[in-house]
T-cell receptor
């Protein structure tokens, strides 16, 4: 069974630039999550989708971050414009509907200079 | 407001000995707890979980203990192996909470770096 796929794996940009991350969840998983993991901290949930609807985006900085999950499968997370403090690993995870075990992708390491 | 805390940033043990990783939480609504293991440049992988209706769950070398009155859980690894060296995250959710809009939402601790020496 293929795992959660993410791209790119690494990205370096300058502040005020834009960046987008892509995630393809495990086939059949209705729930998709985006997490931000800053160095030395645990992952923090940014947004949760159930199929293509948003369940929780309470910790998403909506002035600069946006996410979509068209057709309830793939998802993209965008940052525009990026700030230095956005440097982190962005993790995508998926689970079955109402499943409690989340499966994580390898993450995208973003460096903002 | 950190609802899940892992107060030990790192732990070093000898191969064959027991590793004990600790986690404390403050939110009494949490009813499901998980441990994830993370290797460098990889995403976290699920290790073991426990529901709040239990106080112990065992899977091979891994055992998780839950003390609800103390809001504390621990992960025991016996015997420890060099391949267990990784970052371990404790996570909690309100999985069983009725009407929750954040169904399945995980709140993670900061992680503990475990090093097992040969």
């Amino acid at each position: 069974e293929a795992g959660v796929a993410q791209s790119p794996r690494y990205k370096i940009i300058e502040k005020r630039q834009s960046v987008a991350f892509w995630c393809n969840p495990i086939s059949g998983h209705a729930t998709l999550y985006w997490y931000q993991q800053i160095l030395g901290q645990g992952p923090k949930l940014l947004i949760q989708f159930q199929n293509n609807g948003v369940v929780d985006d309470s910790q998403l900085p909506k002035d600069r971050f946006s996410a979509e999950r068209l057709k309830g499968v793939d998802s993209t997370l965008k940052i525009q414009p990026a700030k230095l403090e956005d440097s982190a690993v962005y993790l995508c995870a998926s689970s079955f509907f109402n499943g409690n075990e989340q499966f994580f992708g390898p993450g995208t390491r973003l460096t903002v200079l | 407001d950190q609802q899940v805390k892992q107060n030990s940033p790192s732990l070093s043990v000898q191969e064959g000995r027991i590793s004990i990783l600790n986690c404390d939480y403050t939110n009494s609504m949490f009813d499901y707890f998980l441990w994830y293991k993370k290797y460098p440049a990889e995403g976290p992988t699920f290790l073991i979980s426990i529901s709040s209706i239990k106080d112990k769950n065992e899977d091979g070398r891994f055992t998780v203990f839950l003390n609800k009155s103390a809001k504390h859980l621990s992960l025991h690894i016996v015997p420890s192996q060099p391949g267990d060296s990784a970052v371990y995250f404790c996570a909690a959710s309100t999985w069983g909470a009725a009407g929750g809009t954040s169904y399945g939402k995980l709140t993670f601790g900061q992680g503990t770096i475990l090093t097992v020496h040969p």
